[in-house]
């Protein structure tokens, strides 16, 4: 049987960061739900290019880094080949997540960098940098 999003996240083993911040928001239920979702899910490395601190405070206020998680999160299935046809994408938190295919697939300032990672309640796409929503 294929494993949710955020089984699927924790056994990549390159998510550590990620799979903390789901647990600490309390959202873990939410993505291990029926979905479907489409995440764009920052990698250890990812997390790693905030600026000092950044974790460990976004880690302290749980409804901030919320905010920031469910601007990773799109409702639906959106695969590779669906996002090239958009320019911005709906999140969970309520904000348009800008879209572009230049060189790559880009979300906001993230590139896409591995794709269409199949989940039983959506997908994952990798991205290379944390997307922070307007006014965090």
Known sequence: MQKNIVETA?????????IAAIDRAGLESTLAGEGPFTVF???????????DGTVDSLLAEPA???????YHV????????????LTTAPTVNGEE??????????????RVNSAD?????GIIHVV?????????
């Open 74 to 85: 799109v409702p639906g299935r959106v695969t590779a080949a669906d996002v090239v046809g």
């Open 41 to 51: 899910a920052p990698s250890d490395e990812a997390f790693a290019q905030l600026p």
């Open 128 to 136: 290379d940098r944390v997307l922070l929503p307007a006014g965090i």
């Open 117 to 121: 990672i199949e989940a039983s309640n």
């Open 10 to 18: 924790r056994d990549a083993g390159t998510f550590t960061t990620l």
């Open 97 to 110: 997540l800008p879209v572009s295919v230049d060189g790559g697939i880009h979300v906001d300032a993230a």
């Open 64 to 70: 901030k880094l919320a905010q920031v998680l469910t």
